[in-house]
């Protein structure tokens, strides 16, 4: 007996309406001159009146209709991913509270040879948001050195903060502990690490690229000096590294994080466990609005893919990209590509658009045998470069206004995303990375 329910066009309406209230609202607020305009509407809020319409056009007793949207909440994908925003949350406050990201920021420009100025910010803020697994962390962090730099140089103030920017989103696409990540692989049942190594080897090559192009454009620039109060602070985020690189359990790496992290603080400050208490407690509010969102999102998902929305949006993609009437690896990962990307492009949110996506990618790979680590990797890369190009996306508007112009002018100075869209693409093209046999998850 087949149990998968017949394709239905009208059960994809509850996202549309998610949709045209989050991204409405916010070019709303564009036209009225409000800052953050695309922020002003949360997106849990958004997420409201979708659920009331996914729940009208259930059918059934109004206990059978919310049943579904209770299932998907409890999935022990979405569990997991609440977890790990929690205590990721968590590490993120309490390592930058005794001054880590300080230290890792001061320590890294001391290092910092003129003409490597700008080459340098892209490597800071790469490192700085892998260990921290926040984009938005690291640029409030690094963009005003940017800023400082252009100004005591003859740097453009664009291109400096466009380096941030751009390292910021590298760091932040392979973190171990980025809600993007989190969600890619969550979504694609592969592990973090597993992800990690793949996904590397198509931003590498992006970074190496940038690196070039920014110490071309580099040239010029001053030597720098910034004081590091403390350099021994770095050794929280070098401990997290090096545990979610080894294949330790992320929930293991983190709990040893933010303990490592309030050791130091005691070592080497007026640091307390009480004090780290309430560091940990506002890492937790500052994961409250994706958390609910993914629990909302997992619920939304499960009830159009029980309405036959998602068997109608997968034929929709068939039709799109067959080839012959057989849908191909390659058209499937373009599929991908092209969802994600439209959802980043309407909500400005990259773990906004995994979420949304991530289940109809991982029914695509599965259907045509694409490695959950490609698929996964895709969905976080194309959100990374959508995300990083957008001028009403949260990383840009934040850069924009520490450096005080455009955030048009900004997009345009990212060139990571540009980079990394293109060897993405030609990724997608040839086939590269080969992959031989996907190993089991855990």
């Keep these: 007996m087949n149990d998968t329910p017949p394709a239905n066009g009208l059960a994809m309406l509850p ?32 997420a409201l009146p979708a659920m009331v319409v996914a729940v009208i056009l259930a059918s059934g007793a109004i206990e059978d209709r919310i049943h579904p ?36 920021v001061a320590l890294g420009l001391q290092m910092l040879p003129g003409p490597f100025l ?38 453009s103030l664009g291109v400096c903060v466009g380096a941030v920017v751009g390292g910021a989103m590298f760091g932040d696409n392979l973190s171990m502990i980025s809600d993007t990540t989190i969600a890619a692989t969550r979504t694609q049942g592969c592990n973090m690490r597993d992800k990690l190594m793949f996904n590397i080897r198509i931003a590498l090559p992006a970074a190496v690229v940038t690196l070039i192009l920014l110490l071309y454009l580099g040239q010029g ?24 690189v ?27 466990l009480a004090t780290a208490g309430d560091e940990v407690y506002r890492g937790f509010e500052s994961m ?43 058209s499937a990962e373009l599929g991908i590509a092209v969802i994600v990307s439209i959802c980043n492009v309407f909500t400005a949110n990259n773990t906004v658009a995994i979420l949304a996506s991530g289940e109809l990618a991982r029914d695509l790979s599965q259907e045509t045998g694409i490695d959950p ?16 190009l957008i001028p009403w996306g949260a990383q840009i508007l934040l850069a924009g206004s520490i450096a005080g112009i455009s955030p048009l002018f900004i997009a345009g100075a990212v060139h990571y995303v540009w980079v990394l869209a293109i060897v993405a693409l030609l990724a997608i093209v040839t086939g590269f990375p080969r992959i031989i046999k996907a190993p089991p998850f855990h």
């Design 118 to 155: 700008l080459p340098g910010l892209f490597m800071v803020s790469a490192f700085v948001a892998t260990a921290m697994g926040t984009s938005m962390g690291t640029v409030a962090a690094i963009a005003p050195v940017a800023v400082g730099i252009a100004d005591s140089t003859d740097l």
């Design 246 to 272: 080894s294949g330790m359990n992320v929930l293991v790496v983190l709990m040893s994080g933010i303990l490592f992290s309030t050791l130091m603080g005691m070592v080497f400050g007026e640091y307390s």
């Design 69 to 104: 949207f209770l299932k998907g909440v409890a999935d022990i994908n979405i569990a997991t991913m609440c977890m790990v925003f929690l205590l990721a949350g968590a590490f993120s406050q309490v390592t930058s509270a005794i001054g880590g990201v300080d230290a890792t």
């Design 288 to 330: 409250i609005e994706i958390m609910v969102l993914s629990m909302f999102i997992g619920g939304l998902s499960r009830m159009m893919t029980e309405n036959g929305g998602k068997a109608w949006l997968i034929g929709a993609i068939r039709r799109m990209f067959t080839r012959k009437g057989e849908l191909t690896a390659r």
């Design 373 to 388: 680590r490609r698929s996964a990797s895709l969905l976080d890369i194309f959100s990374c470069v959508i995300q990083g």
């Design 221 to 244: 620039g001053e030597t720098v000096t910034h004081e590091a109060d403390n350099p021994w602070l770095v050794l929280p985020y070098i401990l997290v590294l090096g545990l979610a």
């Design 15 to 46: 996202l549309f309406v998610f949709v045209v209230i989050f991204f409405g609202g916010g070019v709303y607020h564009s036209i009225m001159g409000t800052e953050f305009a695309f922020y002003q509407i949360k997106a849990p809020v958004a």
